[in-house]
Every structure is written in C-alpha cells, then in structure tokens.
C-alpha cells in the first residue's frame, strides 16, 4: 500500500513519518537549514507479513502545491496531518480538495502536537476536522492524537496502517504496464535510475518499456520495490527502475514522463473529461479558460473548452475538452487536478474520458452521447454502450491501448459481448452482432436493388457501396468484411466490383462476336501497345462508335481499363504492367523510377507509357515527385487480375483500399481527377445501357 501524507506546513508530517518508520525523508540541503519540505520525500514500513508500505511525503508549503500534487498521484491511502494546535489551516484545506478530487477514499487522520493541546483543545479540533471531512471521500476517517515529543499514539497509528494496508490487499496487476516518474538520478556503477508509482500492469527485469511522450526506448535493467531488490515490479508498488538504451540519461527523463509498455505510446494534447468545480471558486468558468493541468507527476498548461451549454458554476459538474499546451501520457480514467494559471489555488479536477477528443463537432448531441457512454468507469459497459451509438462501430485497437488494457482483458470484453471484429490495416473494427447483422442485410438488399435496376452491370464499386450503408464503415475495415462474407459465399468480389453470387452480365450475340474480334487485338505481343479504338474499327471495319461502346461496357465490366481516351488495355494487362513498375522500384536503392526506365521494360514508346504512369498516377498506384515516381503499397490491388479474391486485411497488413485513391496531400500529379464511382475512370462516359439504344 502506498500511504501519502497531506496537511498545512510545519504540522509535522515529516516528523511523523520518521517517528513511523525511522527514516528522515528530508534529503536535501536546504530542507534540513530549512526546516521543511521542498520535495517528494519517501520511506518505508515493513510489515510482519512480509509486506511493505510505501510513504510518500509531500511539502506542505502553498508554494509546492505542484509537488504535493506529483506525490498524491497514484497513492492508495491519505494519512492527513493536522495539528492539535492550529486545526484546520488553509492548506489543510487545499489539499483535502485535492485528495478529494483525485479519488482517494481511504484515510486516518493524526492530530499531530498533541502534546500541545489539552483534552478540550483535542476535542474542539476534532469536531472542527470532522465537520470538515463530512462533504469528502474522507468522511469518517478515524482521528487518532500523536506526539513525535513524548511518543503518543505513535504505535496506535502504526497498526492502524498496517490493519487497513492488510485489509486492503494488493491492488490488482491487470493492464498493461505505467509508472508515473517523480524522480530521474544517476548511480554510480548503475547508470540512470527512475523512481515513481505503478499505476497498472506489471513490469519484468528485461522487458523493453518507452518512455513517454518523448517516445524514447528503454531496457529495464533491474528493479526495487517498495525498497526491495525484486525481479518484477506491480501496480501500487513505489518501483525504482534501472533503465538502459540510446537516449537514456537522467536530463533526458524527467518528473511528468511515463514508463510505458510500447505499445500504449500515443500521446495526447486534446482531452475530453469530466471536469467538477470547488464550490470554493468565486466564479464560473468560461470558454477558453486558462488552467494549469496536473495528472499523475507531469504539469502542464491547458485551456478549457466547455461542451455544454450552460456554464460551469461552483460545485458543478460538466464534460469539457481540456487542450494541452504540449502532449503527456494518460489513460481513460485518469484523475487529474487544475490549479488557476498563477499557482495560487486549485480550482477543480474530475477524469479523463477520450485521449482522442475531436477538434470540430466536439458538441453536436452525437459526440455528448458518445461521451456519455465513455464516462461509464467498467471497461465492458462503456464498450457495450459506445456500440449503440453512432457511428455504432468501435476502434478495439485504440480503446484497448487508451484504457491500458491486456490483450487478454480486451478479447475477455470482445467475447463477453459477442463482437464482431474486422481486422484492417494497423487497427481492428468492431461491431455489435446485431449491428453487423443489419449492415449485411442492407448490403445484401442494395446488391440485389442495383442489380436489377443495372441488369447489364457486373456489379457495384466498394467505395460507392460503402457510401450508401450504415453504419459506415472505415474503408479498410469495410473492405475486410467484404472478403469475410465473400469467403462465406453470401457475395461475390470481382475485381473492382461486389455483386451478388449468382449475377452475371452477358454480351448479346453482336456484342460476343464483336469481342471475339477486339480481344486478340489487345492481347499477345501488342498488349502494352493496343491500337486505339478508331484503329480497331478500322482493322475490323465496323462502326468505330460500336467499338467505343463495347469497350466501355466491357471497362464497366471489369475487362479492360481505359488508360487514354479511346485507348482501352486489357485489365490482365494492366495488372502485369503494375508489377513490371514494382519490379523497377524494387531494383532501385530509393525505390524511385523514371519514365524512360518504364518505356523500355514495356517497350511501347514514351507517348504510351507517360500515358500509362498518368493513368497510375491517378489512380494513387505511383505518386510522383518531379520526374520520379514510386510505388503507393496501399493501392497494389487495384488492378489485380478478375479472378484474383482481394487478400483479407490484417491488424498487421499494410493492404487495403483508402476511401480515395488520390485524396493525400503528397499527391500532385492528376489532382482532383479520382476515379469516378462505379469504378471506370474519369476518362471515360458510363456505357449507354441496352435499354436506353
């Protein structure tokens, strides 16, 4: 258990816990000239169970408030101090608002000096600690009389730590590993060493850790805990951690930072939270109101934005989104405090809700609802809840790291719920059964809607079928639930094209015969220099306006691309070229190509393969830079032959489609020129259905 001391200055909370303990936590010089506390100060009571608590002593003094408030971050027990001389002084107060605001529930009171008070004295300031306790956590803590003078009540208030440290138990390990840092030092013959309090998850010799947010690695070299030489450290534990790595030194970590596990690495500077007010303040808090933001042993300046339409009064409650003059490390749930932009009071505090918070539409009643069901503090009923509302669909992957759960804690909750997970790209999708469910039904009814409205259609474009479904999904996720049910047999994944199993377009007899004529034309030893569609009429003499209505049918079906204007290549075709251009990108040492490089592989003239790159170009396939051009990997499937079935996306895949092909700002050539829904490109005119010669 980690026990933190509390109270105003000189009311001997130092003393006391060296009277405790044995230990002087003043350490430094001017601390003993002095008299008080400056910093964090710490030792250590054994317990006849082999146990250990930890103490943290913190200054009392109005002008380290902020090192009070690193100390009292993370403590699992509050001894407050109160002298039986002065009773309740103002920073006694302050940091009981304090306490309060971070969440501390379990607390002993000692009437410090009690040799100093007579019987009436003692029991005046009792009554007057009590009425103040009465509207906090602390309420009815038990108030016990001590002297460090003559030894009163010292051991009395040492069993009754040791009884409430016994009764609580060890806080839980689950999670994955934090440690907020209130230290970084240097050891001779040991290198750098960090000192703070796990706030979840376990930590083992050995293990690779980042410290965050500057996001430098680490190897934990050994650990103490609670003052001991141990091979793995835990949540409530007070660890000192021997790190090693390139970067790691003791001016490179600092008070605030965050010991991590790896994977929970992503900083945040826009925080929406519940924020509660000291009925104590003088006046409501407005919009943009600046603040000092204090969360676990990092300080920081924020400005408040205030969600709700009403304002913030004292001795309220409401949602805002804190903005952070620069990016720390924190999880859901966390308790934080502010303190007014001068350091003079502390104004209020409450819990972290999303580490993500939207900078627009941060108040439309779809994102308050969401918040609602983010408030919830059980992991399982918050992820139930966000489920149901909009977008009806949950990013696992970052509710999993923002909430520093377990692997095993997140599939428990998925399992639990009945999830339904499309793993796409670097994050994995989830949807309520029932949700899913009806997103299929309404997929499977438009499929079959449009296939009989556009009978001479092989079927609809994904992005254009994700567009007209709710909920809408990621594009990566929505493609990986495409290849699930195409896998399941409930559609079909024909190139660009989705349709249903049983769909199929066919040519009249015209139209067959006159394919049998252009195919070879664009196959063989020509296919990189088709002829033109005025060329074909002419080497088969028929209408050429014939041949420019086939081809685009068969580019809407999926046959051929339109690279050029009136320049049709067989989609095989297309396919082979891409791979020609990601083997010349792949032989290159900055995977860059040119023009001429493509020419001569394909060997059709610069005309053509200028033609050919412009049309990859705009598709997103290459991007270019001047006269060089590399190869997108998002976009290698494009053009992948018909009979190829889209690979399924993967949390660890660097596959799948973006919801525009060319929508990034580091694409210049063919800007704005995306190709148009449906899948044919913007070169071309949609076919003219049968039903409309």
Not at 21 to 29: A, H, M, N, S, W
Not at 268 to 282: H, V, W, Y
Not at 547 to 576: N, P, W, Y
Not at 650 to 655: C, G, L, P, W
Request: hydrophobic share 45%.
């Amino acid at each position: 258990m980690i026990v933190g001391t509390a109270g105003h200055i000189d009311h001997g909370k130092t003393s006391l816990v060296r009277a405790l303990t044995g230990v002087d936590t003043d350490r430094l010089k001017e601390e003993k000239a002095r008299g008080i506390s400056i910093d964090l100060g710490f030792a250590y009571l054994p317990a006849a169970d082999g146990s250990v608590l930890g103490f943290v002593d913190v200054p009392g003094h109005e002008r380290f408030v902020h090192t009070m408030l690193a100390g009292a971050s993370g403590i699992d027990f509050v001894l407050f101090v109160i002298a039986a001389d002065d009773g309740v002084m103002p920073q006694t107060r302050e940091h009981l608002a304090i306490v309060d605001l971070l969440g501390v529930t379990r607390g002993i009171v000692a009437l410090t000096k009690a040799d100093l008070a007579s019987p009436d004295r003692r029991a005046q300031v009792a009554a007057g600690i009590a009425e103040t306790l009465s509207s906090t956590n602390l309420a009815g803590s038990p108030i016990i009389p001590v002297s460090t003078v003559t030894g009163e009540g010292i051991e009395a208030l040492r069993e009754a730590l040791l009884t409430a440290s016994s009764a609580a138990g060890r806080r839980g390990a689950a999670g994955r590993f934090r440690l907020a840092v209130d230290r970084s030092f240097t050891l001779a013959g040991t290198g750098t060493v960090v000192t703070g309090t796990a706030l979840s998850g376990r930590v083992v010799v050995g293990d690779r850790v980042l410290v965050s947010p500057a996001g430098l690695p680490a190897r934990v070299r050994s650990i103490h805990a609670q003052n001991r030489p141990v091979e793995q450290g835990e949540a409530g534990d007070r660890c000192a951690l021997n790190l090693a790595g390139e970067g790691i030194s003791k001016d490179a970590i600092r008070r605030g930072d965050m010991i991590l596990d790896p994977s929970l690495h992503a900083p945040s500077d826009r925080i929406d939270a519940i924020l509660r007010l000291l009925p104590s303040e003088a006046k409501a808090v407005g919009q943009w109101s600046p603040v000092r933001l204090h969360h676990a042993a990092a300080e920081v300046g924020a400005h408040v934005v205030l969600l709700e339409e009403e304002p913030l009064v004292p001795g309220g409650e409401k949602k805002v989104q804190l903005v952070l003059e620069k990016p720390i490390a924190a999880a859901v749930g966390d308790r934080f405090v502010l303190r007014d932009p001068s350091a003079r009071r502390t104004i209020g505090g409450g819990r972290f809700l999303d580490l993500r918070a939207p900078a627009r539409k941060r108040r439309t009643s779809a994102r308050l609802a969401q918040l609602e069901a983010m408030a919830i503090e059980d992991p399982m009923q918050a992820l139930a809840a966000l489920l149901e509302r909009e977008p009806r669909h949950v990013d696992l992957s970052a509710f999993a790291r923002d909430r520093a759960l377990a692997e095993a804690e997140m599939q428990s909750l998925v399992d639990a719920l009945g999830i339904v997970k499309l793993a796409a790209k670097d994050r994995v999708i989830g949807l309520s059964a029932a949700t899913w469910e009806q997103l299929k039904r309404a997929l499977l009814a438009l499929l079959e809607n449009f296939h009989q409205v556009n009978p001479d259609l092989p079927g609809i474009g994904l992005e254009r079928l994700r567009l007209q479904l709710e909920p809408r999904l990621p594009a990566p996720a929505f493609a990986a639930g495409l290849v699930s049910l195409a896998r399941a047999g409930e559609l079909a994944l024909d190139g660009a094209w989705v349709r249903l199993p049983g769909h199929q377009v066919r040519l009249t007899p015209e139209e067959e015969q006159l394919w049998a004529g252009v195919a070879p034309l664009l196959a063989g030893e020509a296919r990189f220099r088709p002829p033109r569609v005025r060329d074909i009429g002419t080497l088969l003499a028929v209408p050429e306006e014939d041949v420019r209505r086939l081809a685009k049918l068969m580019a809407r079906m999926g046959k051929v691309s339109e690279v050029a204007h009136d320049h049709f290549f067989l989609r095989d075709t297309v396919a082979e070229m891409v791979r020609i251009a990601v083997a010349i990108a792949a032989a290159s040492e900055k995977g860059e190509f040119t023009a001429a490089q493509f020419r001569d592989q394909v060997n059709n003239g610069r005309k053509v393969a200028i033609q050919i790159l412009e049309f990859f170009d705009r598709h997103g396939v290459t991007l270019r830079r001047g006269d060089l051009r590399r190869m997108n990997k998002h976009q290698l499937d494009l053009f992948r032959p018909s009979a190829e079935t889209p690979a399924p996306a993967t949390a660890t895949s660097d596959q799948g489609r973006e919801a525009s092909p060319v929508g990034r700002p580091d694409f210049k050539s063919g800007w704005g020129r995306e190709p148009a829904l449906g899948g044919f490109d913007s070169h071309s005119l949609p076919p003219v259905s049968r039903e409309a010669r």
